[in-house]
């Protein structure tokens, strides 16, 4: 593996200049990155996912959504965006739809984490039908 120059502007490298970016909650600089990304390569998934993830920093759920979509369909075997995207619907209290994403996920790769988020949703589901 060849170490990334500052002057590599694939979509690879600039992926990795987003991810440090969102890494310093600099997530505006980090959507502008990700986008520059997918200017080179519309089909790369997983600037899709980050740029969804930066999206999320700005609190811009429903453009999050749809990058998320995209990373998914670009990829359906991306467990970490439908894990992404899982997580997202649990936010948004959309846990039916949460549950699907995070059951897609589990079934690409058993996280443990994964599997914990959505038994959450269970606990948030019964604390919800409590108030």
């Known amino acids: 593996?060849?170490?990334i120059s500052s002057h590599d502007h694939s979509a690879a490298a600039l992926n990795d200049q987003g991810c440090t970016l969102c890494a310093q909650s600099q997530f505006a600089q980090a959507l502008a990155i990700f986008d520059q990304a997918l200017a080179l390569d519309s089909t790369y998934c997983t600037g899709w996912n980050n740029r969804a993830n930066a999206l999320c920093g700005l609190n811009r759920q429903a453009e999050a959504l749809a990058a998320y979509d995209k990373a998914v369909?670009?990829?359906p075997q991306y467990h970490q965006a439908?894990?992404?995207r899982g997580k997202l619907l649990a936010e948004m209290g959309a846990y039916g739809n949460a549950v699907e994403s995070y059951n897609r996920a589990i079934a690409l790769h058993a996280d443990p984490v994964?599997?914990?988020s959505r038994e959450d949703i269970w606990v948030k589901k019964r604390l919800i039908a409590t108030v």
């Open 73 to 75: 369909a670009l990829n």
């Open 1 to 3: 593996m060849h170490p």
């Open 114 to 116: 994964y599997i914990h």
């Open 82 to 84: 439908w894990f992404n």
